[in-house]
C-alpha cells in the first residue's frame, strides 16, 4: 500500500482536460509545498513534470500544471494529446530524515 | 549537461550477490547526493536510499535498510547498489537518481539514469 493515493486510472479524449489527484495527509503533502509529479512511459525512466507543486521543469508544456488543496495535490494535463498517455506518480517530501512518499501511480488513458 | 549511466542488465541466481553502478557526469559530484529508486515488475516507485559522496553520508528507506548497500567512488564518479545475497523477490528495474535533499528529505528528482533491469531466479 502506497503512502500516497492515487487513482489507478484515468482517461480523457484528445484536446479535452484531465485532472489526477494526490491525497497523503498533514505529515507530507498537506505540511509542505514540495509536491512532484512524474511521467513514466512504458520501458523509460521516470521524467519530472511538476515540482514545487506547481513549478514546470524547463520543457515541460504548460499543458501541464499542478495545484494543491489541504492534504490533497492535483495534477491537470490541459489539451490532452497522445504522447499524454502514460502512467503518472506523485510524490511528496515528508519531513527532515525523512526520503520520502510516492503515490501508487495513475495510469493516463488518451481514447 | 548533467548526465547518469547506469550498468547494463542483470541476470542472478538467489544466493549470489551483485552490484550495479551509476556513473554520473556534468555536475560536481561529491557536493550533491546521489542514490537509488526501485520499481518492481509492473509496481510503483519507492525510494531506496542516498548517498552524499562528499563524505559518504548515507540515508536508506527503512523498507531497504540492512537489505543493500549504497556506495561511491570519488574518483571516478560513480554511486553503486549492492546485495549480499539477492532473491527472487530483488527482481526490479533499478534507477539511478539525483535528488534535490531538504533536511535530508526528498523533495523531487530532475535527473534520472536509465534503470538496469536485475533479474533474479533459479
Known amino acids: 500500500q502506497s503512502a500516497l493515493t492515487q487513482p489507478p486510472s484515468a482517461s480523457g479524449s484528445p484536446g479535452q482536460s484531465v485532472t489526477i489527484s494526490c491525497t497523503g495527509t498533514?505529515?507530507?503533502?498537506?505540511?509542505?509545498?514540495?509536491v512532484s509529479w512524474y511521467q513514466q512511459h512504458p520501458g523509460k525512466a521516470p521524467k519530472l513534470m511538476i515540482y514545487d507543486v506547481n513549478k514546470r521543469p524547463s520543457g515541460v508544456p504548460d499543458r501541464f500544471s499542478g495545484s494543491k488543496s489541504g492534504n490533497t495535490a492535483s495534477l491537470t494535463v490541459s489539451g490532452l494529446q497522445a504522447e499524454d498517455e502514460a502512467d503518472y506518480y506523485c510524490s511528496s517530501y515528508a519531513g527532515s530524515n525523512n526520503l520520502g512518499v510516492f503515490g501508487g501511480g495513475t495510469k493516463l488513458t488518451v481514447l | 549537461e548533467v548526465q547518469l549511466v547506469q550498468s547494463g542488465a542483470e541476470v542472478k541466481k538467489p544466493g549470489e550477490s551483485l552490484k550495479i553502478s551509476c556513473k554520473a557526469s556534468g555536475y560536481t559530484f561529491s557536493s550533491d547526493w546521489i542514490g537509488w529508486v526501485r520499481q518492481m515488475p509492473g509496481k510503483g516507485l519507492e525510494w531506496m536510499g542516498f548517498i552524499w559522496p562528499g563524505d559518504s553520508d548515507t540515508r536508506y528507506s527503512p523498507s531497504f535498510q540492512g537489505q543493500v548497500t549504497i556506495s561511491a567512488d570519488k574518483s571516478i564518479t560513480t554511486a553503486y547498489v549492492q546485495w549480499s545475497s539477492l532473491k527472487a523477490s530483488d527482481t526490479a528495474m533499478y534507477y539511478c537518481?539525483?535528488?534535490?535533499?531538504?533536511?535530508?528529505?526528498?523533495?523531487?528528482?530532475?535527473?534520472w539514469g536509465q534503470g538496469t533491469l536485475v533479474t533474479v531466479s533459479s
Open positions: 537518481a539525483r535528488p534535490i535533499m531538504v533536511r535530508e528529505g526528498v523533495v523531487s528528482i530532475f535527473y
Open positions: 498533514s505529515s507530507d503533502v498537506g505540511g509542505y509545498n514540495y
